[in-house]
Nanobody
Framework: QVRPVESGGGLVQPGDSLKLACVASGFPFNNRAMAWFRRPPGKERELVAA???????YSADSVRGRFTISRDNPKNTVYLQMNSLQFADTAVYTC???????????????????WGRGTQVTVSS
């Protein structure tokens, strides 16, 4: 069964850094694009960053220059390095994987077939 599992969330102060990790097994990780979505309190889910199998990267405007997505294929893991965290970054962060023939990232929620349960990131002073 494919189930990405996230870790690394927590409570931090503005300006701090966190690194999220997502381990995904049960499918050929090397052949699937991966993404991080988030849902802020009371708001819709949004795409934060995505990475294709060839390393092409997408970052949302709101996090570009602060967040970096990366992948380690031998470890079946995708990371989200988050720097200069802001109050607006408070959200549940969820890892997602594309399905078959999903080597390229997509910005559409519906193109991701496998989802983790999410990890809470709270930025508070």
């Amino acid at each position: 069964q494919v189930r990405p599992v996230e870790s690394g969330g927590g409570l931090v102060q503005p300006g701090d850094s966190l690194k999220l990790a997502c381990v995904a097994s049960g499918f050929p990780f090397n052949n699937r694009a991966m993404a991080w979505f988030r849902r802020p309190p009371g708001k819709e889910r949004e795409l934060v960053a995505a990475i294709s199998t060839d390393g092409k990267i997408y970052s949302a405007d709101s996090v570009r220059g602060r967040f970096t997505i990366s992948r380690d294929n031998p470890k079946n893991t995708v990371y989200l390095q988050m720097n200069s965290l802001q109050f607006a970054d408070t959200a549940v962060y969820t890892c997602a994987a594309r399905g078959f023939y999903g080597a390229d990232y997509s910005t559409l929620y519906s193109d991701y077939n496998y989802w983790g349960r999410g990890t809470q990131v709270t930025v508070s002073s």
